[in-house]
């Protein structure tokens, strides 16, 4: 008889081996406070504390200067991004672990003070964010974006694929594609913040049209197995809505068995609100996927316990318990207490609350 799944057996899904299920979830920082937006020695570190985890995700990455919408976050266009994340992966590689990229591109998530020439940030369509972006002057409207001209998403298309190229070079075990939280991706799949007229909007088939685009760009690349992709159908983020989710991301998810891919990443419900529980549209969409599923949002031990014996999921990953607990994985085994993140230094600033939570004693 086959012993019984739990949380901490090894796994093999595409190209990557993990030795428990436990994931650290993609965790914007903003600490890349340098003219080149490029991870540091102390993102090494972070990184490195966290080495236990059975796969890091790393913070999402901007793909291009366009696809940046908050202050200090890091890139993956440029030779000196591509210099500081090479320094991360050493450092978590090192430390045994293993860690992919999570490639980002904002959409209108962002402000001109962001913007390459002082642009407006681009979307699908021109539909404004009820929504205030964290820039280097702190927190300001957003304005109503610029509807992308057609002619412009292959260049856009590319700059996930060099991104994804660059990931590699960077000694990324993988990337993760971002099509979740209301950025460029999902806001071509919604209903409400797509309201295109041409190939990408309409029939779901037209508005998921970019997401496949981008994720046969990035899988030419890194290879199936080497690729993820994460998706948030129950989760108004950032303002985007979308009037049938389970009408629009079923066929999406269907699709992504044809893919092989090392897994899809699933935010379950609203992005950090308590877990919606396994019942309703959930398990709709989640039977619908055949391959390695990975979920995120809210758990704790017991949860995680739950959905993984059971078969809901194969991986799980946990995005704030991991700031305040390098050694998650451990405490978790141990069944230990968790320390709690302090949220005033989620974003920005130096060590304090980034590399200063200690790890359990003995
Ligand atoms: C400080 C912070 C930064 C986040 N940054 C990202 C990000 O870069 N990419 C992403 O997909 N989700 C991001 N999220 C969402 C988390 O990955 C995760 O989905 C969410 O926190 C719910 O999981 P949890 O309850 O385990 O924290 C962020 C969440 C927090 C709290």
Known sequence: MADARTLFDTVTTGALTLPNRIVMAPLTRSRADN???????????????????????????????????????????????????????????????????????????????????????????????????????????????????IGEIPGIVEDYRRAAANALAAGFDGV??????????????????????????????????????????????????????????????????ESDPVGTFSPVIERLNDYGLAYLHMIEGQTRAPHPGFGGDLAALRRLYRGTYMANNSYDRALAIRAVESGHADLIAFGRPFIANPDLVERLRRDAPLAEPDQATFYGGGARGYTDYPALAG
């Open 176 to 241: 993760e594609v971002h099509a979740a939280n209301g950025y460029l991706i999902d806001q071509f799949l919604r209903d409400g913040t797509n309201t295109r007229t041409d190939a990408y909007g309409g029939s779901v088939d037209n508005r998921a049209r970019f997401l496949f685009e981008v994720l046969d760009a990035v899988v030419a690349e890194a290879g199936a197995g080497r690729t993820g992709i994460r998706l948030s159908p129950l989760s108004p983020s950032n303002d985007a809505h």
């Open 35 to 149: 003219p080149d937006h490029a991870p540091t020695a102390m993102h090494a570190e972070y990184y490195a504390q966290r080495a236990s985890a059975g796969l890091i995700i790393a913070e999402a990455t901007q793909i291009s200067p366009q696809g940046q919408g908050y202050a200090f976050t890091p890139g993956i266009h440029s030779e000196a991004q591509v210099a500081g994340w090479r320094a991360v992966t050493d450092a978590v590689h090192a430390a045994g672990g293993r860690i992919v990229l999570q490639l980002w591109h904002v959409g209108r998530i962002s402000h001109p003070s962001l913007q390459p020439g002082g642009g407006l940030p681009v979307a699908p369509s021109a539909v404004r964010p009820a929504m205030k972006a964290f820039t280097p002057d702190g927190f300001v409207e957003i304005p109503t974006p610029r509807a992308l001209d």
